[in-house]
C-alpha cells in the first residue's frame, strides 16, 4: 500500500475496530455504536470515498490499490458492526463477499498500523485544512460556483512537512475545497 490515504483510512479502521472492542468490553453498547457510525460515515463515506471517486475510473495501478483497500475496510466495517447488528451484516457478508463462512465464525480484525501514524498526521492536516476553506466559504458566503485561490503563509507552528503534504495532495485539495488553485 503506497498511498497515504489508504493508510489513513485504515488507521482509523483500526482505531475504530479498538474502541468497539473496548466498548463492548465495558458493555456501553452506545459507545460501540458510535464509534462504527463515526467511522463509516464520516471517516469512510465523507471523506476516503470522496477523496478516491475520481480515480476509480481509471484503469491503473492507483485504482487498484483503492479498489483493494476499499473493499478491505467494507469487509472489516462489517465485522465491527456484527456485534450491534448480527442478522443485517451476516447477509451482508454473505451477499458482498460471498463468504461460505458466517461472519460470527470470523476472527476480529486486527492489524499492525504503527507505520501509519505518519499519514494519519498527514492526512488529518490535509482534511483540517479542508474543513477550514469550507467554512470559511461558508462565513463569507462563497458561491458554490466561485473557485478562489487560497494562500497559506508559514507561521511556524505547524508541522515541517505542511508544505511537502500540500504539494502531495493539491489536486485533491482543490477538488474537495472547490478552489482554483
Known amino acids: 500500500i503506497q498511498d497515504p490515504i489508504n493508510h489513513w483510512i485504515l488507521l482509523e479502521l483500526s482505531q475504530a475496530g479498538d474502541q468497539v472492542r473496548h466498548a463492548i468490553c465495558e458493555y456501553r453498547f452506545n459507545d460501540a455504536a458510535d464509534a ?65 463462512e458466517m461472519l460470527i465464525s470470523s476472527p476480529w480484525p486486527e492489524r499492525d498500523v504503527s507505520g501509519y501514524v505518519g499519514a494519519g498526521e498527514q492526512i488529518g492536516f490535509i482534511f483540517e485544512l479542508i474543513t477550514t ?30 508544505q511537502d503534504w500540500i504539494a502531495t495532495h493539491k489536486d485533491a485539495m482543490i477538488r474537495m475545497a472547490r478552489l482554483k488553485d
Open 133 to 162: 476553506v469550507r467554512s470559511l466559504r461558508n462565513e463569507m458566503n462563497v458561491p458554490a460556483s466561485a473557485k478562489p485561490e487560497l494562500v497559506l503563509l508559514d507561521d511556524k507552528a505547524t508541522h515541517s512537512g505542511w
Open 36 to 100: 462504527v457510525y463515526h467511522f463509516i460515515w464520516h471517516r469512510f463515506c465523507d471523506w476516503y470515498l470522496e477523496w478516491i471517486k475520481p480515480s476509480l475510473s481509471h484503469d491503473n495501478t492507483k485504482s487498484t490499490e483503492y479498489t483493494r483497500v476499499a473493499a478491505t475496510v467494507m469487509a472489516e466495517a462489517i465485522t465491527i458492526l456484527h456485534p450491534l447488528m448480527p442478522f443485517i451484516t451476516e447477509e451482508l457478508w454473505k451477499e458482498i463477499f460471498s463468504g461460505d
